[in-house]
């Protein structure tokens, strides 16, 4: 399964799979947009590859950590 932090007091539901689906495969830009799009109030997405030059998400969702915060309300 695919790793997530969240950090948030009120925000929108979002599970672990939903976001792999939506990420997986990916460019990082295109999935955080992706994810912007998909949840409202989310005010921090990091994605993390395995190497820094890499730009894309991997296709395995054993191999995906996102890091998302969303706005306190």
Do not use: C, H
Not at 7 to 20: H, L, N, Q, R
Not at 21 to 30: F, M, N, S, Y
Not at 52 to 59: A, E, G, K, L, T
């Amino acid at each position: 399964m695919a790793k997530l932090k969240t950090s948030y007091v009120a925000g929108p539901k979002i599970t672990e799979s939903e976001v792999a689906e939506i990420v997986k495969g990916k460019g990082i830009g295109t999935a955080r947009q992706d994810l912007e799009k998909s949840f409202d109030g989310i005010s921090k997405i990091s994605i993390e590859g395995n190497f820094p030059w890499v730009m894309s998400v991997p296709n395995n969702t054993d191999k995906i950590t996102v890091n998302i915060e969303v706005n306190e309300k």
